[in-house]
């Protein structure tokens, strides 16, 4: 038995255990999947115990920059987010991070059938959210990536760390409202329903495309707003739980799950 699980503080609400357990079932493979609530002050010692048996983990809020300090290899994408969310124990008993946000973010675009490419993209926010889905998402040759946040200094700072990937902007919320192709909304605003101060105008009615990374059992108030503005299709971001899911279990198992299934069982119980 292969022994898995997710760490947090909290951690009790998470549906990785439920997903991974579909993803087990689905791909025919024993395994044990637990929710691991690591203290706040203790997540270094929560995580060497459990890799004396522990084959990998998800790494959630708020330890994802720790999890980065402790692994001993990298993924390109972990170094470029500066977070890892997977770990793996290698053959060698050393641990290997990645950062598998962003592949769920643009894996779960792509199987809504939504081009990426020569794609102008805005990007609400600049925190640690928004900086795992830049490298993926310029993988996939966007024609423009602008982030736009309240402090645009932060914003700028981020453009500059990516910009050698693909093309990157900077600005403020009161700088745009030209229409774009995708906005996703990276901020935390949906969770307290608030909404960030966009231009109605940057949507084009029967065209755009908008994405929260968020998401509820109803509408989130961005979506709401999107839909106002007669946006051609809104996600919410339970697609991209799943699909960072299934490739976090890709990079532990080789083994490359259906995530579509899982997210309609998941979406059932929402």
């Known amino acids: 038995?292969?022994?898995?699980?997710?760490?947090?503080?909290?951690?009790?609400?998470?549906?990785?255990?439920?997903?991974?357990?579909?993803?087990?079932?689905?791909?025919g493979l024993q395994l044990s999947y637990e929710p691991l609530l690591a203290?706040?002050?203790?997540?270094?010692?929560?995580?060497?115990?459990?890799?004396?048996?522990?084959?990998?983990?998800?790494?959630?809020?708020?330890?994802?920059?720790q999890a980065f300090a402790l692994a001993d290899q990298l993924s390109e994408r972990a170094q470029r987010a500066k977070a890892v969310n997977t770990l793996k124990k290698l053959e060698d008993g050393s641990l290997f991070g990645d950062n598998t946000d962003g592949a769920g973010l643009v894996n779960d675009l792509l199987n809504n059938h939504v081009q990426i490419a020569n794609k102008s993209i805005l990007?609400?926010?600049?925190?640690?959210?928004?900086?795992?889905?830049?490298?993926?998402?310029?993988?996939?040759?966007?024609k423009e990536v602008c982030i736009v946040n309240r402090t645009v200094e932060k914003a700028e700072q981020l453009a500059r760390e990516f910009t050698d990937l693909g093309?990157?902007?900077?600005?403020?919320?009161?700088?745009?409202?030209?229409?774009?192709?995708?906005?996703?909304?990276?901020?935390?605003?949906?969770?307290?329903?608030?909404?960030?101060?966009?231009?109605?105008?940057?949507?084009?009615?029967?065209?755009?495309l908008c994405y929260d990374m968020m998401y509820s059992k109803h509408t989130t108030v961005f979506n709401q707003w999107a839909q106002q503005q007669g946006a051609a299709l809104t996600l919410d971001g339970l697609g991209m739980l799943v699909e960072q899911a299934a490739e976090a279990f890709y990079v532990w198992t080789g083994v490359r799950p259906n995530a579509a299934p899982v997210l309609q069982a998941l979406r059932a119980q929402l």
């Open 1 to 27: 038995m292969n022994y898995y699980g997710v760490f947090g503080n909290p951690i009790a609400h998470s549906k990785s255990p439920l997903i991974h357990r579909l993803f087990a079932e689905q791909s």
């Open 39 to 65: 203290p706040l002050d203790g997540f270094t010692e929560a995580v060497s115990e459990f890799f004396r048996n522990g084959s990998g983990a998800n790494i959630t809020v708020p330890f994802k920059e």
């Open 123 to 142: 990007v609400l926010g600049a925190g640690g959210a928004v900086r795992g889905i830049l490298e993926p998402l310029l993988a996939q040759n966007p």
């Open 167 to 208: 093309p990157m902007t900077a600005c403020g919320y009161d700088w745009i409202d030209a229409p774009v192709d995708i906005i996703i909304n990276g901020t935390s605003a949906s969770l307290s329903g608030d909404l960030p101060p966009l231009a109605n105008t940057l949507v084009k009615a029967g065209d755009t």
